[in-house]
């Protein structure tokens, strides 16, 4: 006899400092990911909005505040505008590969140089080789990590400019936290190009979306995520496309805030875990 499948339980945090808004609070809702079920209960809850960290499922579920707004990119109807294609161009010989769910020494060192730039004082800031490494194979479901290298130089792999933690999902790709040399002269827009990657992989696996975590209207280092089209977002009524006209005024109120403040942040997606886990204050 089969035995019945346990619906999960559900907790509450307490409330804390907003990461994003100035003077608001956070509260999350979480629940744990474990045993047989816990890959379909993943691809379950990340419809309805939940994030993955470790062996936890979480959204906000803040009490005055609805900020938070999940998006996804439609990957097989994703048209790359002009920046995006010159980014893809200039990018193309980076060597890409997928490799399992497994910390390295060598990501770690350039997690660290891309916080210390990107984020410093942050809540990532103090994590050390054990974090990382919990960060990145602590999962229940199918995760992998994909590393961006130059083109080798004949001795051995070329070196390391960028990876992302995935999940692997029904309906999509789940970028849990993508991170790149934020030095490299040579090579700029590295955060957009490991997103327009993904994309690409979804849209040639069949996967219809590609989930970028939360967008936050109001927090500028959110904003890079409103220029993949077509995006969707979820909201009372599900997932609904932004349409051609909102989403185009939206990137261009992002394009005005950038040229204004130089200090805009791109990246992969990147959203608080709930109290009781260390924060990954996120792309």
């Known amino acids: 006899m089969t035995a019945p499948v346990r619906f999960p339980r559900f907790f509450v945090t307490s409330p804390a400092p907003c990461p994003y808004l100035p003077g608001k609070t956070e509260r999350k809702v979480f629940t744990e990911l474990k045993g047989p079920h816990a890959e379909a209960l993943n691809d379950a809850l990340g419809r309805i ?30 048209a790359p505008s002009g920046t995006q294609k010159r980014n893809l161009r200039r990018n193309g010989d ?29 809540g990532m800031a103090a994590m050390d ?30 070196r390391l400019i960028g990876a992302c933690l995935t999940d ?12 790149y ?8 827009g590295l955060g957009n190009y490991i997103i327009l990657d993904h ?10 979306y590609v989930y970028l975590g ?6 500028q280092r959110m904003q890079y995520k409103i220029r993949y089209r077509p995006l969707e977002r979820l909201g009372p009524a599900g997932w609904q496309r932004l349409s051609d006209s909102e989403q185009g005024t939206l990137i261009a109120r992002v394009s005005a805030t950038r040229r204004e403040d130089a200090a805009c942040v791109e990246g992969g997606s990147k959203d608080g875990a709930p109290g009781g886990h260390r924060q990954y204050t996120l792309v």
């Open 94 to 122: 980076i060597v890409a590969t997928e490799c399992r769910p497994w910390a390295t020494a060598e990501q770690f060192e350039l997690l660290q140089r891309y916080l210390a730039r990107r984020h410093p004082g942050g």
């Open 199 to 208: 994309i690409r992989r979804a849209a040639a696996a069949g996967l219809p």
């Open 214 to 219: 939360y967008w936050v209207d109001g927090a």
């Open 129 to 158: 080789e054990i974090d990382y490494a919990d960060m990145v194979e602590h999962t229940a479901v199918s995760s992998f990590v994909l590393e961006y290298r130059e083109p080798s130089n004949g001795e051995g792999p070329g």
């Open 181 to 188: 040399d934020p030095e490299h002269e040579a090579r700029t």
């Open 168 to 179: 692997r999902q029904g309906d999509g790709l789940s970028m849990i936290y993508s991170f």
């Open 49 to 78: 909005g939940f994030r993955r960290s470790q062996t936890v499922a979480y959204r906000p579920s803040c009490l005055d505040c609805r900020a938070c707004v999940s998006v996804r990119v439609v990957a097989r109807e994703f």
